[in-house]
């Protein structure tokens, strides 16, 4: 939409006075990898992992599911959901680190394989916490006008990125992707976006630099207790920025969705938050692993499906990872 400026001056883009989430989708890899499975590529055990992150298995995908099927599995599952056809998105975001080639961008494939027409599309590289940055630009460019209808995707195949010999990261990270759609909306349904980086934290969780003619594969290298400590301390902070720059208080939110990369950084942050007992924490890891910018979307839909969350709560979800780069905001489940 253009509003008509006064004769000489500059016409500008005015959208939507709100945005929400329209529909979420996901698409899980369909390899089971259980701790046990785990441990014959690692010197660990079900008991520790379990203990020390929570999950018992993880996703990881076949050689026949790509970040394109995913994402495009997950996407036209949101688009469905929110009673669209693929021709109506004007943008598609898609959140990725494991889209292993540099151009065209994943959105754009995305695109073609939905068959959108012809969308601003474009890939975002902010690891963890992608999905909360997506939704945050997608949310401006409905209220600016620039787009009405965007298609936000996490999507990853971070077994491909991991060392299975790394005992430190191996039993982490698993593959998927989450989409949404966000759209106009009458009534106020995205929070502002907390987000940023810690710019001097940059090797703490990193993928070193693709180089012609390297024979090793830049798989990712993680420093763990530190990313653990940050989550615990910075990363709860931000997550208590978002209710307050949404002007919520903790007894007036229905769910939590974290990212889902330790079932321990969820309890610590839980009691930093003071969160009361009736908020519905999602607990996904136990049974995805950490599927990085998915995780947050596909935590949604789980619970979403499963009833313990319903259409129309409020939901508060923050993501932290490589980078560092962190992003969250309270958001009305679609
Ligand atoms: N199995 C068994 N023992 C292990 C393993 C393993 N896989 N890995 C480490 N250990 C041992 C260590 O050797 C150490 O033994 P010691 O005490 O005898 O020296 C002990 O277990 C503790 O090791 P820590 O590294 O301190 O383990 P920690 O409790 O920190 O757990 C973990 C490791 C799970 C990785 C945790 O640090 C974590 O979850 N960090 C956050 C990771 C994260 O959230 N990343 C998000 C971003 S991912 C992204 O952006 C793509």
């Not at 292993?100 to 590289?125: K, N, Y």
């Not at 077994?159 to 593959?175: E, K, N, Q, Y």
């Not at 710019?199 to 993680?222: A, C, K, L, S």
Request: one cysteine or more; glycine letters at 8%; a negative charge.
């Amino acid at each position: 939409m253009t509003a008509t400026a006064p004769a000489g001056m500059l016409t500008t883009s005015q959208g939507a006075q709100y945005a929400r989430l329209l529909g979420v989708g996901g698409y899980r890899g369909s390899r089971v990898v259980d701790n046990d499975e785990m441990c014959t590529w690692i010197d660990s055990s079900d008991e520790w992992i379990r203990q020390r992150t929570g999950i018992v298995e993880r996703r990881w995908a076949t050689e026949d599911e790509t970040p394109l099927s995913m994402a495009a599995a997950a996407a036209r599952k949101a688009l469905d959901r929110a009673g669209l056809a693929a021709d109506q998105v004007d943008a598609v975001i898609c959140s990725t680190v494991s889209h292993f080639q540099q151009t065209p961008s994943l959105a754009v494939l995305v695109a073609d394989e939905l068959d959108c027409g012809t969308p601003a599309a474009f890939d975002i590289s902010a690891a963890c916490a992608g999905f909360s940055y997506g939704v945050g630009m997608a949310e401006s460019l409905v209220r600016s006008g620039a787009a009405i209808n965007v298609l936000v995707i996490g999507v990853e195949t971070l077994s491909r990125l991991t060392d299975l010999s790394d005992r430190s990261t191996a039993f982490l990270f698993s593959d998927g992707a989450g989409a949404v759609v966000v759209g106009p909306s009458d009534t106020p349904a995205i929070g502002p976006v907390v987000w940023g980086s810690e710019p001097g934290d940059h090797e703490v969780i990193q993928t070193r630099p693709w180089e012609v003619g390297n024979p090793e594969f830049p798989y990712i290298e993680m420093e763990g207790q530190k990313v653990f400590r940050w989550a615990t301390t910075a990363i709860a902070d931000k997550a208590r920025e978002c209710l307050r720059v949404a002007g919520l208080e903790p007894e007036q939110l229905d769910v939590f969705i974290p990212h889902q990369a330790n079932n321990r950084i969820t309890d610590s942050m839980l009691r930093h938050l003071k969160l009361p007992e009736s908020v519905t924490v999602s607990r996904d890891i136990t049974h995805m692993g950490n599927s990085s910018a998915a995780s947050i979307p596909l935590a949604m839909e789980a619970l979403l499906e499963s009833g313990e969350a319903t259409s129309g709560q409020t939901a508060l979800v923050i993501g932290f990872g490589a980078g560092l780069v962190f992003a969250g905001q309270v958001l009305v489940l679609p």
